[in-house]
């Protein structure tokens, strides 16, 4: 999506974890990588890296001063999504009473507090609401998919 967007282009390279990749990125052995927020943070407050935005549709309240890549590039939204799933003909009853305790846990001070000071924006919901995130998630990314020809190796 950052290539078709940006206009141009970049070879992927796959790494085994955050700390391959930064330690290419470092150095100038790459110029550019994706990471998340609680590994590359430290990097970027010590001037070690400079973060050039995030993917996210909203700025992170862990760096609130770097701007969205969005901000700069029209369209561009990669937000990270974690949920909860339970397996297909899962009683109704036992669905909703599960959304219903991790609710709570979501809007906990103490749990909420850790979750943004990591990067992450607390955002609970329905199990039909995350159900339409992954319907969105699956057409947007598919798009990105095909436009850019992507196989399977």
């Known amino acids: 999506m ?17 700390a391959p990749g ?5 150095p100038g052995n790459v110029q550019l990588f994706f ?22 549709s909203k700025r992170s309240p862990a760096m609130p001063d770097m701007p969205t890549i969005g901000e700069s590039l029209k369209g561009f939204e990669a937000d990270s999504l974690f949920g ?4 297909a003909g899962t ?10 305790e991790v609710q709570k846990v979501l809007t906990s001070a103490d749990i909420k507090e850790k979750l943004l000071a990591q990067g992450g924006l607390v955002q609970g919901g329905t199990p039909e609401q995350m159900a339409d995130q ?4 699956v057409a947007k990314w598919g798009k990105v998919v095909r436009t850019a020809n992507v196989k399977i190796e």
Do not use: E, W
């Not at 009683?91 to 219903?100: E, G, I, S, T, Y």
């Open 134 to 137: 992954i319907k969105s998630d």
């Open 84 to 87: 909860l799933m339970a397996p």
């Open 35 to 56: 990471d998340s927020i609680p590994s590359a943070a430290p990097y970027v407050k010590a001037g070690r890296l400079r973060g050039i935005g995030v993917a996210s």
């Open 22 to 26: 930064l330690s290419d990125l470092i």
């Open 2 to 18: 950052l290539k078709q967007l940006g206009g141009f282009t970049a070879n992927h390279i796959p790494y085994k974890g955050s």
């Open 91 to 100: 009683p109704r009853d036992v669905v909703v009473k599960l959304n219903a």
